[in-house]
T-cell receptor, first 115, second 112 residues
Framework: GNSVTQMEGPVTLSEEAFLTINCTYT??????LFWYVQYPGEGLQLLLK?????DKGSNKGFEATYRKETTSFHLEKGSVQVSDSAVYFC??????????????FGKGTLLTVNP | DGGITQSPKYLFRKEGQNVTLSCEQN?????MYWYRQDPGQGLRLIYY???????QKGDIAEGYSVSREKKESFPLTVTSAQKNPTAFYLC???????????FGQGTRLTVV
């Protein structure tokens, strides 16, 4: 079946450090891929997305590239800030047959950035 | 304003009772989803629906039921068969494949 494996946290970095959060998925066909973020005390919101192979999603300095050959969608940021402290979720949208699309989430990675 | 609304924010029920969580959206979205969020578990998909009068089981559907009689509404019933119902429940809606999902603020259910 379809599944998503996300790097487990927690991850603690100093400000301006480089961030990578790994995400791999299993799916038939070509899923759309999303990263969502949940800031402390807030709801989930979209961070970025990519809908076809080799696309790069980007937002707020974060990037992720849709790698079909390795079924991965790793999240990166070159220089994190304290305000990036949040929980990050990788989420592929896969087909479950016909026109039914299933949005599943990884377990989430808690990122803490210290000044 | 357009959005997705879950109610109530907090809900308490006695063990053995069924309880229904409300989810309404006025975004004209076709797809709607229900998730359960537990610490360390991420979001787990309970049920999802792409069109009115049709829905599919997610990964943890046992003990839950849904209906989709209107495009705007996707209520979730937590039945007495659900062994561990105390959790945070999130509803989302979206336009379907390739489009982001928008989340409600969630309902925290406590069964005592």
């Amino acid at each position: 079946g379809n599944s998503v494996t996300q790097m487990e946290g927690p991850v603690t970095l100093s400000e301006e450090a480089f961030l990578t959060i790994n995400c791999t998925y299993t799916a038939t066909g070509y899923p759309s891929l999303f990263w969502y973020v949940q800031y402390p005390g807030e709801g989930l919101q979209l961070l970025l997305k990519a809908t076809k192979a080799d696309d790069k999603g980007s937002n707020k300095g974060f990037e992720a590239t849709y790698r079909k050959e390795t079924t991965s969608f790793h999240l990166e940021k070159g220089s994190v800030q304290v305000s990036d402290s949040a929980v990050y979720f990788c989420a592929p949208m896969t087909t479950s047959g016909g026109s039914n699309y299933k949005l599943t989430f990884g377990k989430g990675t808690l990122l803490t950035v210290n000044p | 304003d357009g959005g997705i609304t879950q109610s109530p924010k907090y809900l308490f029920r006695k063990e053995g009772q069924n309880v229904t969580l409300s989810c309404e959206q006025n975004l004209n979205h076709d797809a709607m989803y229900w998730y359960r969020q537990d610490p360390g578990q991420g979001l787990r998909l309970i049920y999802y629906s792409q069109i009115v009068n049709d829905f599919q089981k997610g990964d943890i559907a046992e003990g839950y039921s849904v209906s989709r009689e209107k495009k705007e509404s996707f209520p979730l019933t937590v039945t007495s068969a659900q062994k561990n119902p105390t959790a945070f429940y999130l509803c989302a809606s979206g336009r379907g494949q390739g489009f982001e999902a928008f989340f409600g603020q969630g309902t925290r259910l406590t069964v005592v």
